[in-house]
């Protein structure tokens, strides 16, 4: 009954998608990674929204509810929107800059050059792929632990639905996807709250009570420990999501600056109470005594004990929206960099259709990695510490003409040199014989890397 109800959920919102994906046919490589100057600010804000929350809402921000409560989560969920903020800000300026531009890459190749541009988009395809990855690993995961359906086939399905609308519609087709799963994972991610709450409160009383009995540091907002979590996860969070391209390029979607402005700040607001939500289930978790201290990841799920079976359809479709969300932008965005990497100076069919078997090729690739299952959340942490070094020297680079490319490379590598040794090896233990502290490693390498180009733009630049 609850496989049947959840596969009928999931073919008829495919259906809807993959009708959607064939409407707008883009007929240059433009319209097929840009969709430029066609959506509303509503829209876009939105595609933003839906496009940030991916199936990682039912996974991490819960893990982190279980024991760095709500101060660790509020860092979470303002570090989730803060690049969307800023990209409200840096929007209008990258626009003057290359009013006919398509995203991060290509900003970084016409200020700094092809060299750097080059070693730029090896961070963003790096982090991207690792995002991608985890979101098929996170809905192959929910379809094993609800269905005993192997991650290889949970995976290929996805992917293969994902193809169905995005290989013909390109960068619109996601945009136009965003704004219906938005308006169904919203209202689903709170009824599920709702049960959640409604349950534990009709057993046991004041659900507030509870969670002070089981765990009372996770609603204080004095617990350091959670503080200095939120603070690695809201420096980290920022700075890797900047790299993500499916983000610039809605810069180019919308149809006029302001709109552009409104709708990141749009997104950014929505994100929040959401990643805030999600991240109440691990407390729940913790408090109602259905977590496994072995499978923080796995609070929310650990609650449908607590809950009817059909709640059980309600988290399969959440997480299936949830992926599908994030897995088109990634994947446009993806391919979008690769792209830009030779210019799209003259339009031909055959790049069209190069950018669409690119597309089929990185997801069979990401298949591959996601269908092996594991964690990646090490990876998610050493991308987002990359990302926190290289961050600060590019963008500074958008209000200080004396950086150069060069100057970038070396505070991002040098801020990486120094935030390392820091960074806990993949056990979570000191490698270097120094502190394994990440908000120390973070810190450092984010610090490190704006004095140095702060520094380096206070000199004249001679070589231009």
């Not at 998610?380 to 990359?386: E, G, K, T, V, W």
């Amino acid at each position: 009954m609850i496989l049947t109800a959840s596969l009928g959920g999931m073919a008829l919102l495919s259906s809807l998608f993959v009708i959607m994906g064939f409407k707008g046919k883009p007929e240059t490589l433009d319209d097929y990674i840009t969709h430029r100057g066609k959506s509303s600010s509503l829209v876009a804000g939105f595609s933003l929204a839906a496009s940030v929350l991916g199936g990682w809402i039912l996974f991490s921000p819960a893990e982190t509810g279980t024991w760095a409560g709500i101060s660790g989560l509020i860092g979470y969920a303002f570090g989730q929107a803060m690049p969307l903020f800023l990209l409200a800000f840096f929007g209008p300026v990258l626009l003057n800059l290359l009013p006919r531009g398509y995203g991060f890459s290509d900003y970084i190749a016409s200020r700094y050059g092809r060299k750097t541009a080059f070693m730029a988009s090896i961070i963003m395809l790096f982090y991207m792929g690792t995002f991608l990855s985890a979101e098929l690993t996170a809905i192959g995961q929910v379809m094993e632990f609800a269905f005993r359906i192997p991650l290889l086939i949970s995976c290929s399905l996805i992917m293969l639905l994902v193809f169905a609308y995005v290989f013909r519609g390109g960068l619109g087709a996601s945009i136009k996807t965003d704004k219906i799963q938005l308006y169904v994972l919203v209202p689903l991610l709170l009824a599920l709250a709702t049960a959640v709450v409604y349950e534990l409160s009709m057993k046991n009383g004041s659900l507030g009570d509870q969670i002070h009995a089981a765990a009372p540091e996770l609603l204080s907002f004095t617990f350091i420990p959670g503080w200095k979590f939120g603070i690695v996860l809201f420096l980290g969070v920022t700075c890797s999501n900047l790299f993500h391209q499916g983000f610039w390029q809605r810069i180019y979607t919308v149809k006029e600056n302001q709109s552009q402005k409104n709708a990141f700040l749009l997104g950014g607001i929505i994100i929040i109470p959401l990643v805030l939500l999600a991240g109440f289930f691990g407390i729940f978790a913790r408090s109602a005594g259905t977590l496994n201290p072995a499978e923080p990841s796995l609070a929310v799920f650990s609650l449908l004990s607590l809950l009817s079976p059909l709640f059980t359809v309600i988290l399969v479709l959440l997480a299936f929206l949830l992926v599908l969300s994030s897995i088109d932008t990634l994947l446009n965005g993806i391919v979008s960099t690769i792209v830009s990497w030779k210019g799209i100076e003259k339009e031909s069919p055959h790049q069209l259709l190069r950018a669409q078997f690119l597309t089929v090729l990185i997801g069979s690739i990401a298949v591959f990695f996601g269908s092996r299952g594991g964690s990646v959340l090490y990876l998610f942490l050493l991308a987002d510490l990359i990302c926190s070094a290289f961050a600060f020297p590019l963008l500074y680079g958008l209000f200080n003409k004396n950086i150069s490319g060069g100057q970038s490379m070396l505070a991002g590598f040098t801020a990486i040199i120094l935030g390392a040794p820091f960074f806990p090896g993949p056990d979570f233990s000191s490698w270097s014989g120094l502190p394994a502290d990440m908000f120390i490693s973070f810190l450092l390498a984010l610090s490190s890397a704006a004095i140095i180009s702060v520094f380096a733009g206070l000199r004249k630049n001679k070589n231009g």
